[in-house]
């Protein structure tokens, strides 16, 4: 096991924070209740995010949503530390968010150039990487070039929208940053504080683990194990990044 370093400590917090801002600022996005900078798992910190009902299907304007958040965590990495200073956290963000575009095209007949067709057979997940023509038999060279430019043109349109939200909202970046810094988790009134710009109120729990004599923020840090990779985990469709 490792102990997370105060820098690691503050990226994860921006870069969950990120995830959490874009997720309340973006339409028919989940609503985020907790964001945490404890390690859990493989993932150095997670966003979690709670469906107010069922879904059975999901709006083209939903699943845009949820790229954009998936790219948060990556962009206020890149906002805080600068290109250089991107880390290899979001990953399986990045994993998340080519799949969901690449479905969109291929399966869900959600491209305007592509129309309404299926371009790609069933053959489990579609990896980062994979070329289109190897998950369909059917699609020609054309069609290939056709499906990469519109995943492309997807991302890029979710990651210049997500990257505009959080210039436009650095305050509620950095805020939700010292929370997390302080707290280390920080749940949905705490949330909705920060998103109204306001110090967040301390958790509920806060005062009781005080009084009993826990560790600060750092020690119950200390407490925690991850590996040497930090990569968000998936908990079912976009529930956590």
């Known amino acids: ?17 990120g995830h959490a ?11 985020v209740y907790k964001v945490s900078i404890i390690p859990r798992g493989r993932a150095l910190g997670v966003t979690m995010f709670l ?3 069922d879904r059975y299907s999901l709006s083209r304007q939903s699943i845009l949503s949820q790229i954009c958040s998936l790219y948060g965590g990556r962009i206020a990495e ?12 979001a990953s399986n963000d990045i994993q998340r968010a080519t799949e969901m575009a690449r479905n969109m095209v291929t399966k869900w007949g959600l491209s305007d150039e592509l129309g309404p067709l299926l371009y ?12 289109a023509a190897s998950q369909a038999k059917s699609v020609s060279g054309d069609t290939a070039v056709a499906i990469d430019r519109e995943v492309r043109k997807i991302i890029d349109g979710c990651y210049e929208r997500a990257t505009k939200i959080l210039t ?3 305050h509620l970046l950095d805020l939700m940053k010292d929370a997390l810094m302080e707290y280390e988790t920080i749940d949905q009134a705490q949330i909705n504080d920060i998103m109204e710009g ?32 930090k990569s968000n985990p998936i908990g079912g469709p976009a529930s956590e990044h």
């Open 51 to 53: 469906p107010e009902e």
């Open 78 to 89: 890149e906002l805080t530390l600068g290109k250089d200073g991107v880390t290899t956290g």
């Open 168 to 170: 436009d909202n650095r």
């Open 198 to 229: 306001r110090k967040p109120r301390p958790p509920a729990s806060w005062s009781d683990s005080n009084n009993s004599g826990s560790d600060s923020s750092s020690g119950s840090a200390e407490k925690q194990s991850t590996t040497e990779e």
């Open 120 to 131: 790609s057979e069933d053959e489990g997940e579609v990896f980062l990487g994979r070329s």
């Open 21 to 31: 801002v874009v997720g309340r600022l973006v339409p028919d996005h989940d609503p």
């Open 1 to 17: 096991s490792m102990v997370m370093s105060e820098k690691e400590r503050l990226n994860t917090a921006y870069h969950e924070s």
